[in-house]
């Protein structure tokens, strides 16, 4: 057997030894685990922690639960590492990648060609942003073009969100109509508050995300326009640029929409309609047709 061949074997052999259990790890996505993570075993994931569906902590427990979490879990076993999560606030997501912080950014990161010059993205979910609005309001708004003079509510750092906020409120200046005011806020339940204490109009952040609200407290929000999404975007998973950690995660993520368990996970979630038709390495919505 040649010398390459012969590590190689031998690392996979290592793997499978500190496997989580029942493990079923892919060999060909394994290999291209950096060494460095490989002998810690152990996959340290950036989150926010505070976006359902996604990646967020139930009430009363400590644990991260979601349907990236599951994901992420199960891409572990497949690579025979375990998942680590730690907590960041979404702005804070890249910066602490690229610091060395965390090897994974996660929590709702939409992937565009802007932060591709910074890192790589795995991309996971078709989203888009949305508006969540009072269910009082939901006649009269129900589009971004509806808030003209009004104000809305989102993350720090959404900058797919905020680019259709300004790109509206410039239509509305132009129509003779004053500007709508964005409030950026740094955790989802700080942003839905402005909402709640009726300090905005409208709540802007990921589709999903919005109808687990709605879901929750029944009658009391609304979806604008029931499903209007301002604009389509990639959620992903994000990693140092050139890092072959990403080709790792792409091939172990890819082999579980070849078997099925991808999907079971998104319908676990409710998410099945988010679902992409293949695990793709930066190729956000601007680049699909």
């Known amino acids: ?28 996505a394994a290999a291209l685990v950096p060494k460095p993570v490989r002998d810690a075993g152990t996959l340290r994931v950036g989150s926010q922690q ?31 590492l375990t998942i680590t999560f730690v907590h960041g606030e979404y702005a804070a997501l890249i910066p602490g990648l690229e610091a060395g912080r965390f090897d994974v950014a996660s929590g709702g990161i939409s992937d565009t060609e802007e932060r591709e010059q910074k890192v790589d993205f795995v991309n996971y979910l078709m989203s888009g942003g949305s508006i969540l609005v009072r269910a009082v309001d939901a006649d009269k708004l129900r589009s971004l073009a509806d808030f003209c003079g009004k104000s809305v509510a989102t ?75 301002l604009t389509p975007y990639i959620t992903s998973w994000g990693f140092q640029k050139n890092s072959p950690l990403k080709d790792a995660m792409q091939k172990a993520a890819q082999s579980m929409l070849a078997d099925g ?21 930066n190729l956000p919505a601007s680049k699909r047709k």
């Open 50 to 80: 505070t976006f359902p569906p996604v990646e967020f902590r139930q009430d009363g427990k400590a644990e991260t639960t979601g349907v990236s979490v599951d994901l992420l879990n199960e891409a572990g076993k497949r690579l025979g």
């Open 155 to 229: 993350l720090l750092g959404s900058r797919v969100i905020m680019a259709a906020v300004e790109k509206a409120s410039e239509t509305c200046i132009a129509g003779g109509k004053p500007p709508i005011a964005a409030n950026q806020l740094p955790a989802a339940p700080d942003a839905r508050m402005q909402l709640d204490l009726g300090r905005v109009d409208g709540y802007l952040g990921d589709f999903p995300a919005l109808v687990y609200m709605k879901a929750q407290v029944p009658g009391k929000y609304a979806i604008a326009g029931g499903n209007h999404i």
């Open 1 to 28: 057997m040649p010398a390459s061949i012969a590590a190689v074997a031998a690392c996979l052999f290592s793997m499978s030894l500190h496997a989580p259990a029942h493990a079923q790890i892919v060999g060909e």
């Open 261 to 281: 368990t991808y999907r079971t996970i998104l319908s676990k979630w409710e998410m099945e309609g988010a679902a992409l038709p293949e695990i793709t390495v």
